[in-house]
């Protein structure tokens, strides 16, 4: 890996907190005073908005719209004050300034549809539960079951029924464990189907958007149910089923150790293409990494790392297939 040395440390502690700004405004969190925050920075060196202008052009360049930033006429206080007002419908606010138009063009772009998957979309943003990038997080829901999100993983509880609890996974991979036998069935919904257990302990993975995206449904202990277009299959420990809006695969066994490794904290690659270790990465990593060739794609790599170490992959990547690599801002690594 080369690596560019010729900058010195100010200027790349400036770039990190440029490319922190552009994130926070471009996401539409920021609140009122962290746009101020922001203002300022950029005003107090012209060294930090020449790396703004830089950390802004990596975003637009992948494809966000962000013009709503660029003028210095906005009220920014008082737009967010007023779009987060209206955004109460949803119970989430969208705090972009700027007018009708561009905010439209960023809701569009940037919101529904994040550019290359690298913020969560609106319905991930009105989940009941959410997970950000390299997070994980245990929750209870309903008095007996116990639930393990993993990163960027959003789940929403849907009405019950007089014999279901039902929560819908919107994307990304949760555990759900069950094994005490309540007064209701549990079913999880994910793309064109559901899992359905009284009592038992199973891991469903839905982490592509699209109608190509499979649903991965494993089971860990006791029975789960799987329902797709009028088709089931049951599920018993160490067995796992995938399914799409085409169909179901037929029923195979699994390692339970191997496929709960993520529940440790621990992400493992068995011969794993690198466009697979790519998109697995991406899910645990900060910014995104993109594969420029398609001659990498198909190569294979071996590897065991703890979440926290994705930047290792990344070293270890670069010596298994000879990678090069090349670090822009926002986190953002091409790989070719």
Not at 260 to 286: A, H
């Amino acid at each position: 890996m080369t690596k560019d040395n010729s900058r010195g440390a100010d200027l790349r502690r400036i770039e990190s907190q440029a490319v922190v700004w552009a994130q926070k405004l471009a996401s539409g969190e920021a609140r009122a005073d962290e746009i101020e925050a922001a203002k300022h920075w950029r005003a107090d060196d012209p060294a930090h908005e020449t790396a703004f202008a830089a950390a802004q052009a990596v975003w637009r360049d992948l494809g966000a719209a962000r013009d709503v930033l660029h003028d210095p006429g906005t009220d920014y206080a008082t737009a967010l004050d007023a779009l987060g007002r209206r955004r109460k419908t949803v119970s989430r606010r969208l705090v972009l300034g700027g007018g009708a138009a561009a905010v439209a063009t960023v809701a569009a772009y940037g919101i529904v549809r994040p550019p290359l998957g690298m913020w969560p979309s609106l319905s991930q943003l009105n989940a009941d539960f959410r997970t950000a990038t390299g997070e994980q997080r245990n929750v209870t829901f309903a008095g007996d079951i116990a639930i393990n999100l993993n990163t960027q993983t959003s789940l929403a509880i849907c009405q019950a029924t007089p014999a279901e609890n039902r929560i819908e996974l919107i994307t990304g991979e949760a555990s759900f464990d069950m094994t005490q036998r309540g007064t209701r069935m549990l079913a999880v919904l994910a793309g064109a189907g559901q899992a359905v257990t009284d009592a038992g302990r199973f891991d469903i993975r839905y982490t592509t958007d699209g109608d190509r995206s499979p649903v991965t449904v494993t089971c860990f202990d006791g029975r789960v149910r799987v329902e797709q277009g009028g088709a089931s299959a049951e599920l018993r420990t160490g067995q796992r089923i995938r399914y799409t809006d085409a169909g179901m695969s037929d029923i195979a066994a699994v390692d339970p150790v191997a496929e709960s490794n993520w529940q440790r904290g621990i992400v493992e690659f068995r011969n794993t293409p690198v466009v697979e270790v790519v998109e697995e990465i991406n899910r645990y990593r900060p910014g995104r990494i993109i594969l420029m060739s398609a001659t990498l794609a198909h190569r294979q790599i071996n590897g065991r790392f703890r979440v926290g170490e994705m930047d290792e992959v990344l070293v270890q990547l670069q010596q298994a297939v000879d990678a090069k690599l090349r670090y822009l801002p926002g986190g953002v690594v091409l790989l070719s």
